[in-house]
């Protein structure tokens, strides 16, 4: 989320096709683009950092190894499964029958971590609202930093802000530039 400046309801629609590695002439992943809402009115395209896409792939590898069948069509983000074989009499659970986990699911797992981490303190008597929100606290990240380089309408594109329609490969080359700078 942090690399991409995707919406956290983004994760519903997630599956690993959207994905798509992004080479140099060297055959090196440099980054990869990212199809959010695909299928859907409000479809755009992002980019996510090399770092970013091999997590993810690492992350699937890791699925397949326990024995989920990985295709283009299986969700970014699934449930927690058994890493051990037990039978339940039902395949819940299990590696092999995948559930997909929803953006409510992600956004209890950010919460959970900033409590855990102590990054978030309760609310002290008369506030109504924590200073930043979690998962849209990536987005806004994203944002500040992107705009530092990026062109700023490259920005909004790439947050789903369509106003004008610039090639892609333009605007990969303005986030290529934003991501070597750190």
Known sequence: MVSSGIRLGAWDYLKWKHVKPITNDEGKVIAARLDVYAGDVEQYYTFV???????????????ASYGERIDDNSWLMRDLWQTTNMNYGAR????????????????????????EQGIRKPLTEGTRRHEWKIAHGYRKFYKSRAEQIMKPINVEITMGHVYYKPTEHEVLDDYIKAISMY
């Open 49 to 63: 950092t090399s770092e970013a896409y091999n997590a993810l792939k690492e992350w699937m590898d890791f699925r």
């Open 92 to 115: 819940w659970g299990l590696a092999t029958s995948p559930k997909k986990l929803k953006s409510s699911g992600i956004k209890r797992l950010l919460e959970r971590a900033v409590w």
